[in-house]
Nanobody
């Protein structure tokens, strides 16, 4: 079965950095686009970034563009999210999730298999 395990969260000061990791198993990882989504306190899920199955194409939400970098290692079945210049508004639980179908191009939340996302990792940005 699909298993996604996030790690790397924590508490940092504004301007700090964190690198999140998501270890995947139970599916053909290198054939699926992957995503990071987040949920801030009291708010709904929002997508943060997508990456193509090859890793060559990345898409970012405007709120994180220029500060976050998504990448993947298809040999180790891991997807990463490097987060720099963190802001208090980045405080959220961060989840990784795969596309709903093999070879499906992610364009928005509708293409994300959100029901089988990982357990999440908490990121808190506070002075």
């Amino acid at each position: 079965q699909v298993q996604l395990v996030e790690s790397g969260g924590g508490t940092v000061q504004p301007g700090g950095s964190l690198k999140l990791s998501c270890a995947a198993s139970g599916f053909a990882f290198d054939s699926y686009q992957m995503s990071w989504v987040r949920q801030a306190p009291g708010k709904g899920l929002e997508w943060v970034s997508f990456i193509s199955s090859s890793g060559y194409t990345q898409t970012y939400a405007d709120a994180v563009k220029g500060r976050f970098t998504i990448s993947r290692d298809n040999f180790k079945n891991i997807v990463f999210l490097q987060m720099n210049d963190l802001r208090p508004e980045d405080t959220a639980v961060y989840y990784c999730a795969k596309a709903r179908e093999i070879n499906l191009v992610i364009q928005n939340m509708d293409q994300i298999d959100i029901g089988r996302r990982g357990q999440g990792t908490q990121v808190t940005v506070s002075a």
